[in-house]
């Protein structure tokens, strides 16, 4: 058996700083060639930037959503790889917007993150076109913008690994991850203007302490309640969340922007079900009465061996052969498999 790939850095701790871009792909041979070139180039962009500052621990994730990974890579394609799914009633909607690559970018200095996003999205070429792009901070105490204490329930260590990494379940994608991202925008007026103990009942915890409402006091339409869920053992399911806050005062913008990586997207989408439809339907995550989803999409990240073998992928000279249920076939990295440093 051959080592499991390493999978890229999607279950990091938080860092004091990330850039968020997502971008749209033209669709021409020189872009899809020049984007498969750029997964092989990717590595060595980030060892040049983060070389010269191994302490503030700069890391980047790439993803693609599912129109772009068949144009780019064709067969096969992940198997859980679809376009974001909306959810919710139009006034309280978990929109789908554009987006072929994600880049998540982190670092305790955002120079290092400015620098990375520089030659990263100048090595993508003239194809890729960014539509959204959001620079995010650590807020004090690890608190949210809506001023509440948060990623306190990620999981750690293997336990973010297990939570996010694809195993036997899909071998040919193993030591892939899915990942959501939504840019969220705030009342926070709006917000400011509840008392504390209706905003901890919102949010299921204290604003202060960052304690756990017990069970006599937390509303079944707590943000905690709606996004705990279990599986059909009752054991819960763990997504690791590197959400940032951002914004800019001066224009009253205030942001969180979501970004959840998992190892199949279904417990996100079970999570935003629960938040925007409600559970059951109408008992909805009061959050959203003061956060607005102005973006919406779902990527997914290739294992640090897969996006080497995709730069050097022909879709073209592997003849896709579509299913009634999606892709199959072999992804034949099994020759490329050599070519890792690992072994
Ligand atoms: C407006 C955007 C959001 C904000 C400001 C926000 C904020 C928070 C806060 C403050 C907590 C409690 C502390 C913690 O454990 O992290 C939390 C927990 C959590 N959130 Fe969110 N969140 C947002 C959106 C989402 C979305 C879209 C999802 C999933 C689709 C999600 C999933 C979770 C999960 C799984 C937990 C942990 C629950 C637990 O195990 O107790 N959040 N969030």
């Known amino acids: 058996m ?3 790939s390493p999978p890229q850095p999607v279950a990091e ?18 872009t899809h060639a020049q984007v498969r070139a750029w997964c092989g180039d990717l590595a060595a962009l980030v060892r040049a930037v983060g070389h010269r500052a191994p302490q503030d621990h700069l890391s980047c994730v790439a993803g693609f959503g599912a129109e772009a990974w068949d144009r780019l890579f064709g067969a096969p394609r992940p198997r859980e790889l679809h376009p974001f799914i909306e959810y919710g009633p139009p006034e309280r909607r978990a929109v789908a917007t554009p987006g072929d690559v994600l880049l998540h970018l982190r670092a305790d200095r955002m120079d290092l993150c400015f620098e990375l996003a520089t ?5 993508l070429g003239p194809g890729f076109t960014a ?12 608190r949210s913008m809506i001023g509440f204490v948060d990623g ?16 036997a379940e899909d071998p040919d994608f193993a030591g892939g991850s899915y990942v959501i991202v939504q840019k969220y ?3 926070m007026q709006g917000w400011n203007a509840l ?35 279990e599986d059909e053992n009752g054991e819960e399911i763990d997504i690791v969340r590197g959400n940032m806050p951002f914004g800019r005062p001066g224009m009253g913008e205030f942001g969180t922007y979501f970004i959840g990586y998992a190892r199949s997207p279904r417990p996100i989408e079970q999570m935003l079900e629960n938040m ?34 995709l730069s050097e992928r022909d879709p073209q000279s592997e003849p896709a052969p579509p299913t009634a249920d999606g892709y199959t076939g072999s992804l034949c990295i099994g020759s490329l498999k050599g070519q890792t440093h690992h072994e």
């Open 131 to 142: 539509v959204d792009e959001v620079h995010g901070f650590r807020n004090f105490d690890m």
């Open 119 to 123: 030659h990263l999205v100048a090595a």
């Open 185 to 187: 925008l705030h009342d």
């Open 276 to 309: 925007f439809v409600g559970k059951p339907a109408g008992n909805y995550d009061r959050l959203l009465d003061f956060s607005t989803a102005v973006t919406g999409g779902l990527f997914f990240v290739p294992s640090q061996d897969l996006l080497q073998a």
């Open 195 to 229: 008392p504390v103990e209706v905003q901890e009942r919102i949010i299921g915890r204290t604003k202060l302490s960052d304690i756990e409402l017990d069970d006599a006091t937390k509303p079944s339409w707590a943000h905690n309640a709606l996004t705990v869920i």
């Open 2 to 4: 051959p080592p499991p």
């Open 13 to 30: 701790p938080a860092t004091a700083a990330a850039i968020f871009i997502v971008g749209t792909l033209a669709d021409d041979a020189a």
């Open 152 to 167: 306190t329930e990620n999981p750690q260590g293997q336990e973010a690994v297990a939570a996010t990494v694809i195993g």
